[in-house]
């Protein structure tokens, strides 16, 4: 599962990664397992989750104090060893999230399902509120916990935190983080 490379990908590296996919970075008894809608053309090439710059999930990570420094893309092992790991709602690699249909989002979700099932993790945490409601079918739902877990997981809907989520600013998407590492840490 480690990293192809941190370098930056050459044009031809970016379209040959469509429709790739990357390894999960997961382990059974996680304290919270971040799930993406699916990985970007940057990841596809590099292996590495979240990798493209501009990304704001390691910065927010940071100074949420999920992590006790700023992790590069390419030391993702490093959160394994805090509880913390990466999925995706859909596999495959594309260069926007509105590429992916409605039909493999819905698969996609049942398939987080059985893997939050299988590895048990404390918390799932979805980064991307449109693409929970409709991998989950909650067209309702908001950012923050969620009433209805899976199994004995809870689930928390977190901003996407692509530099293209002109929502939440970094501060923001920090302070969404941030009162979830507070709740886990509670329990």
């Known amino acids: 599962m ?19 996919t990357i390894p999960d970075l997961i382990g059974p008894g996680l304290r919270v397992l971040f799930c993406g809608i699916n990985p970007g053309l940057w990841s596809g090439a590099t292996g590495i989750h979240f990798a493209r710059p501009g990304n704001r999930f390691w910065p927010a990570l940071h100074r949420s104090d999920f992590t006790p420094r700023l992790l590069a893309p390419s030391e993702q092992q490093e959160l394994l060893g805090l509880g913390l790991g990466i999925t995706n709602v859909a596999a495959r690699t594309t260069a926007k999230a509105e590429e992916l249909t409605a039909d493999e989002l819905r ?12 590895y048990r993790p404390r918390v799932l945490a979805v980064l991307g509120i ?30 996407n935190p692509s530099g ?4 939440y600013t970094l501060d923001g998407l920090a302070s969404e983080f941030r009162a979830l590492r507070e709740a886990v840490e509670a329990d």
């Open 2 to 20: 480690g990293s192809r490379s941190s370098a930056r990908p050459s044009p031809a590296d970016l379209a040959a990664a469509q429709d790739k």
């Open 107 to 118: 698969v996609g979700g049942r398939a987080l399902v059985e893997r939050v099932e299988r």
């Open 130 to 159: 449109g693409a929970y409601r409709t991998a989950f079918g909650r067209p309702r739902t908001t950012i923050g916990p969620q009433t209805e877990g899976i199994g004995d997981t809870a689930v928390w809907v977190l901003p």
């Open 164 to 167: 293209l989520n002109a929502h």
